[in-house]
Each structure stands twice: as C-alpha cells, then as structure tokens.
C-alpha cells in the first residue's frame, strides 16, 4: 500500500485527488491551514472519525509557509508521494497581496523542496508532484507546450515560475525525482465562487431563478483552455508513476473565449445573459493574458493523456451543480427562511 500526502488537500483539486488515491488503495495524508471557522467542506465526505480507527484520511495542520512544520509531517507519514497543490491560487488576488503570493505560492516550493532533500538523504526517496500553471506562459504565442518560454503576467504567475525553476533546479542538481504539472485551466463544480467560470454558473442559475439580477465581469474576450479538474488529477498521478521524472503539459487542446462560456451556460438555461451582464473595468487585470491553449503531445505520447469531458459538458456539468443549490436557497426563502446570497459574483 503507498502513502500520499497532498499540500492543500481542502482545495478543488485536492479533493478530487484524495478520491482518486483512496480509489487505488492509498492512505492519504493532507496538509490543511489553521482556520477558524472550518475550511473542509469538499473533503467532508471522505473524512471519518479518527477515533474509529482504520482511517485512510489522515489530516495535519500546517501552512507552505512553516519548513519546520513540514519537515515534521513528512518525517511523520513516510509519503511515497508529494503532491504540492497548495497555493495562493487566485490571480485578481495576487495583485492586491503580492508579498503573501510570492511567499506561499513561489517560497513555499523551496522550503517544501529542501524538506524533501533532508528527508531523502536520510535513506526515505520520495516523489514530489508540482503544481504548475498555463498562467506562466502569460503572453507567450499559443499553442503553448513544455518547450515554450515562460512570460509571466502577474505576482501569481511570477511565483508558480519560481516555483517551476526551483523544481527542475532541485531535480537537476540533487537527482531528486520532481514533476511539474503544467495544468492549464480546470474547472468543476467545486471550484471556487470567485473564480470566473464558477462565477458564471453561480450567478446565472441565480438570474434563471430570480434570485440575483446582475452579474460583473471584465474581459469576456480573453481565451483559454478549459477542462475538467476530476480528470487532471489522473494526470498528476501518472506522472509519479513514469520511470523517470519530467514536466508535462495538461489541458484539452481546446481553447474558448470567457464570452463563450457565458454563451453556453446561458443557452443551457434558455436565457439572455446580455440582460444581466455588465462589464466592471476593476475586473480587467493590470497584465492580460490573451489566450492560452495547451499543446498535449507530449503527455499523450508518454501516458496517454486525451481529455473525456468537453467544454459543453463541463459547463452544463456546473451549471446543473449550481441550478440544484440556487433551488435550495430558493425552498429556503419560500418557506420563510432568510438565506445570504454571497456576493461571488461581484467579486
């Protein structure tokens, strides 16, 4: 049986890998930060009483930002396997806390990588999977592939190509077995309501029902490459199971405007978003990225990679998520319930 620990397990795509690891046998291991209020929502369902015993979901609490804490963890659990999904992850967000970006998202990498340096030195070989991202392609021409330069656009982009740097650097010079996972665009039901995709879909099933009436965006022309998070964490996985270590490319191969995802969701709920949308120049960043489009070759040569769900499908996927909770608030307020619609879509 392997051991897994996964850096930001609460997360949209830690989630569906600790699904995915526990389906092949795993005990799985997540590191989550200290909140007040409780930040496992999307884990919940996998989660059981420690006090059972027989677990094979084991949390720790700890942050990117503490090596010594994360030293411990790794000297505590043995992982086979590291998966560093954590990060501060929101691009809009990067620009406002460029300090705290750079910390967690590009510095964390490197107390994570020395811990894992240690640890192997002292007899315990692990694999590292890191969490790249097509943002750090930035304003390179599409399509875009492991070979092509990285320009990146924002405080975000700028630590994940540390990050990335730091990586091939620690596999280069220490041997160590490291794969960055270039993943562009990922979506699902779980992503976060602040991020425009989930945006869309949340405030539109809002609209369809007469719970919400306008919805702010910023450059509905920006283009990108859109699949499916459930099916990527596969390709996490495959990764760390090739005979030597690499980074790869994830995506569709497809690439659609912001204006096209509003288009399919408002089509799927038989309504006229231009009614309810309106464009808020805060939304547009200070560095676009025009279009990103992933060039799959490589990892469909090497493990087979080739995307199941589509654009349509994914989008319709989220918008049926969205429309059964929009129903919920909606049986709440008519029974006389005062339900807080949060504001997502003025984010």
């Known amino acids: 049986m392997s051991t897994a620990l996964i850096v930001g397990i609460t997360g949209q795509d830690g989630s569906y890998?600790?699904?995915?690891?526990?389906?092949?046998?795993?005990?799985?291991?997540?590191?989550?930060?200290?909140?007040?209020?409780?930040n496992t929502g999307r884990i919940e369902h996998l989660y059981h009483d420690p006090h059972a015993g027989g677990v094979p979901l084991t949390l720790h609490y700890g942050d990117l930002q503490?090596?010594?804490?994360?030293?411990?963890?790794?000297?505590?659990?043995?992982?086979?396997?590291?998966?560093?999904?954590?990060?501060?992850?929101?691009?809009?967000?990067s620009y406002e806390e460029p300090e705290y970006t750079l910390d967690v998202t590009g510095l964390g990498v490197a107390r994570?990588?020395?811990?894992?340096?240690?640890?192997?030195?002292?007899?315990?070989?692990?694999?590292l999977y890191q969490a790249g991202s097509s943002e750090m392609f930035g304003s390179t021409p599409p399509p875009q592939n492991e070979k092509s330069p990285l320009h990146p656009r924002s405080p975000y982009?700028?630590?994940?190509?540390?990050?990335?740097?730091?990586?091939?650097?620690?596999?280069?010079?220490?041997?160590?077995?490291?794969?960055?996972?270039?993943?562009?665009?990922?979506?699902?039901?779980?992503r976060g309501e602040t991020f425009v995709t989930r945006k869309i879909t949340r405030a539109l099933t809002r609209i369809s029902l007469g719970?919400?009436?306008?919805?702010?965006?910023?450059?509905?022309?920006?283009?990108?490459?859109?699949?499916?998070?459930g099916e990527y964490v596969e390709a996490?996985?495959?990764?760390?199971?090739?005979?030597?270590?690499?980074?790869?490319?994830?995506?569709t191969g497809e690439s659609y405007s912001v204006r096209d995802f509003l288009d399919a969701a408002a089509e799927y709920?038989?309504?006229?978003?231009?009614?309810?949308?309106?464009?808020?120049?805060?939304?547009?960043?200070?560095?676009?990225?025009?279009?990103?489009?992933?060039?799959?070759?490589?990892?469909?040569?090497?493990f087979g990679w080739q995307t199941k769900v589509g654009f349509r499908e994914l989008v319709r996927m989220m918008v049926d998520s969205d429309l059964a909770f929009a129903r919920r608030e909606q049986t709440l307020i008519d029974a006389g319930h005062q339900v807080h619609l949060s504001s997502a879509s003025h984010a």
Not at 20 to 30: D, I, K, M, P, S
Not at 71 to 88: F, K, V
Not at 212 to 226: F, I, S, V
């Open 269 to 302: 709920l038989n309504i006229k978003w231009d009614k309810y949308v309106s464009i808020d120049p805060r939304y547009f960043r200070p560095a676009e990225v025009d279009f990103l489009q992933a060039d799959i070759t490589k990892a469909r040569e090497c």
């Open 112 to 127: 994570l990588l020395e811990a894992v340096r240690d640890h192997t030195a002292q007899g315990h070989p692990v694999k």
């Open 17 to 38: 890998l600790a699904e995915f690891l526990l389906r092949r046998g795993y005990t799985v291991h997540g590191i989550v930060r200290r909140s007040s209020s409780f």
């Open 211 to 229: 719970l919400e009436q306008r919805l702010h965006l910023g450059n509905l022309d920006a283009r990108r490459d859109w699949g499916f998070a």
């Open 157 to 190: 982009a700028v630590a994940k190509a540390a990050a990335h740097w730091q990586c091939v650097n620690y596999r280069e010079a220490y041997g160590l077995f490291i794969c960055n996972g270039i993943l562009f665009n990922h979506e699902s039901p779980r």
């Open 236 to 251: 996490m996985w495959l990764m760390l199971q090739q005979s030597r270590p690499d980074d790869y490319v994830i995506g």
């Open 66 to 93: 503490d090596g010594s804490v994360l030293r411990r963890i790794i000297a505590s659990t043995q992982p086979d396997e590291i998966y560093n999904l954590g990060a501060q992850s929101h691009v809009k967000v």
